[in-house]
């Protein structure tokens, strides 16, 4: 039965070579990814942090959307400033619905003469949908089938990517650009989802191979599988979408404001006009919401998983853990979690019920390691 349902199972364009190099394949978003290599996932997240990490994430829809009106459509159904972002320049977004809940997290490029969309694997044909349907006449969404996506990541990936392509060394964390790595067209962001600096590389899928070659044999860089991508996105307090955030979160339950630019606000020049913008803006104003997305630490070694229930100094149930691991460079438990409004404050302690046992935690400032994107 196992035989049936993987050969169901997309590839990405690296699949062979994630065989060839030892990749423990596993089921991802409807794609046969790998989870790790032989040097193992807490070696794989130090690498990472300490030198390089590439990741294949080819799995992620690609999305070209064109027309004179693409960014003034593409920000109707988004929360965020679409129409001045500047060319050579992305922005996180967020795909509302009318309820206010999130669908979809996702990042926008501003290419010039195009807009360049990366939205999540598990979410793409339904967004896809979403942007066929709604942005419009004039406006061409055009789904790039035959591309593949790597991530370099990590304090030494601009001096890995740089010796092969020297221009890179001057963008900026958020650049984004069309760039020539040895003869392949690429489109290479400076951004990423680990917390360190690096890039995310779009390349055609007949060169992704020869391209992750070129990056593997870097003396820092190593191939990363999904479950220190995992740990590391959760060390730098990043949602996973359909566990932190999904269509039942709105963007200010999520604690996720940032992302809301102010002049899509109440009182911002082009305010709402957004799907669920009615909730969301009052939610702004009000602050009533009834729970939070917050990090906890736990005060002991042992992990606290998804889906662990949380409660209070009364054992009376007060939210569920979203994601959590034992953070390998923060050195203790870390996880994010749905509190009760009234829990969510720093240092509030609060308690995950673990076989029978209910394990001390507290409220904590994300992300749970700094952050060292490249600001120039």
């Not at 793409?124 to 789904?143: F, P, R, T, W, Y």
């Not at 991508?229 to 979160?249: F, K, M, N, Q, V």
């Not at 998804?306 to 994601?323: H, Q, R, Y």
Request: hydrophobic share 40%; with cysteine.
């Amino acid at each position: 039965m196992a035989e049936a349902n993987n050969s169901q199972l997309a590839k990405t364009p690296l699949y062979d070579l994630h065989l060839e190099l030892g990749g423990k394949m596993v089921p991802f978003a409807g794609y046969e990814m790998p989870v790790q290599y032989p040097l193992g996932v807490k070696k794989e997240h130090q690498q990472t942090r300490e030198a390089a990490g590439l990741f294949d994430v080819s799995h992620m829809g690609q999305v070209r959307v064109k027309g004179p009106n693409a960014a003034a459509a593409l920000e109707k159904l988004v929360p965020v400033d679409i129409i001045d972002l500047p060319a050579g320049k992305q922005r996180y977004a967020l795909f509302t619905n009318d309820k206010g809940g999130i669908m979809d997290d996702l990042m926008v490029s501003n290419l010039g003469d195009h807009l360049f969309v990366v939205v999540n694997a598990a979410c793409k044909e339904q967004d896809i949908a979403h942007m066929s349907s709604n942005l419009g006449e004039g406006v061409e969404v055009e789904v790039l089938e035959d591309r593949a996506l790597l991530a370099l990541q990590g304090p030494k990936a601009a001096e890995a990517l740089a010796r092969i392509v020297p221009e890179v060394a001057d963008m900026l964390f958020m650049d984004s650009r069309t760039i020539t790595i040895e003869g392949v067209g690429c489109i290479i962001g400076r951004a990423g989802y680990t917390g360190e600096d690096g890039y995310e590389i779009s390349i055609p899928a007949e060169k992704a191979e020869f391209i992750a070659r070129l990056l593997l044999e870097q003396p820092e860089v190593e191939f990363i599988g999904l479950g220190a991508r995992d740990s590391l996105r959760l060390e730098a307090g990043l949602c996973l979408y359909g566990h932190d955030i999904d269509e039942t979160t709105t963007p200010v339950e999520a604690s996720l404001l940032w992302a809301i630019s102010k002049n899509r606000r109440s009182d911002g020049e082009r305010a709402g006009g957004f799907p669920g913008a009615e909730i969301i803006l009052d939610q702004i104003q009000t602050k009533a919401v009834s729970r939070k997305r917050v990090g906890l630490i736990g005060q002991g070694r042992a992990p606290i998983r998804e889906g662990t229930p949380l409660v209070n100094a009364k054992g009376e149930s007060i939210g569920t853990v979203t994601s959590g691991t034992f953070g390998p460079t923060a050195g203790i438990p870390v996880a994010m979690a749905y509190v009760e409004k009234d829990y969510s404050a720093m240092d509030t302690e609060v308690f995950a019920e673990v076989r029978g046992k209910q394990l001390p935690m507290s409220v904590a400032k994300t992300p749970f390691v700094p952050q060292r994107y490249y600001r120039g």
